[in-house]
């Protein structure tokens, strides 16, 4: 019983962060993990942005 209140309490924590993401960050980033840095926008395939991130060790 106890284990289905905390399972419903984290599915409706999660729905919550989600339209939270889905109103603060737009139409564009649906699901909140965007391809795109949301300072700059540049393609970073969900990793971090190598503009905004200038002390990444794999430096092109
Ligand atoms: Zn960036």
Redesign the pocket.
């Known amino acids: 019983m106890l284990l289905w209140v905390a399972g419903a309490a984290i599915g409706i924590l999660v729905a919550f962060i989600l339209i939270f993401k889905y109103t603060k960050t737009g139409k564009n980033d649906v699901i909140g993990f965007s391809s795109k840095?949301p300072?700059?926008?540049?393609v970073?395939n969900g990793l971090k942005?190598s503009?905004?991130e200038p002390n990444l060790k794999d430096w092109r």
């Open positions: 840095c300072k700059c926008g540049q970073t942005c503009k905004c």
